[in-house]
């Protein structure tokens, strides 16, 4: 599934229009990338939460030359499935 087919399902699940669907998926795709971007978590009960974990600097090799090189440290989304959401799919 992709963006459009998930806008498709929330038209047709929720009655609205594709438009009005398009800026409900927006807007939540939005909420949820401001409060990760501040270092908070979005905590949905039975689907899951969002948060954001902290990576450390690391050494790597180059994949060309083999030689070492430094990996950064950054800081990457994590999703964990709530019960409910573990459930529906087993």
């Avoid at 229009?17 to 949820?32: C, H, I, Q, R």
């Avoid at 030359?65 to 799919?89: H, Q, R, Y």
Wanted: glycine content about 12%; hydrophobic content about 35%.
């Amino acid at each position: 599934m992709n963006k459009q087919d998930l806008v498709s399902a929330v038209a047709d699940s929720s009655g609205l229009s594709k438009a009005d669907a398009a800026k409900a998926v927006e807007g939540v795709f939005d909420a949820v990338t401001g409060e990760l971007k501040k270092g908070g978590e979005v905590r949905l009960v039975g689907f899951g939460t969002f948060s954001v974990s902290r990576r450390k600097e690391s050494t790597g090799r180059n994949p060309r030359t083999g030689e070492p090189m430094t990996i950064k440290a950054s800081n990457v989304p994590k999703f964990k499935a709530g019960k409910a959401l573990k459930d529906a799919v087993n």
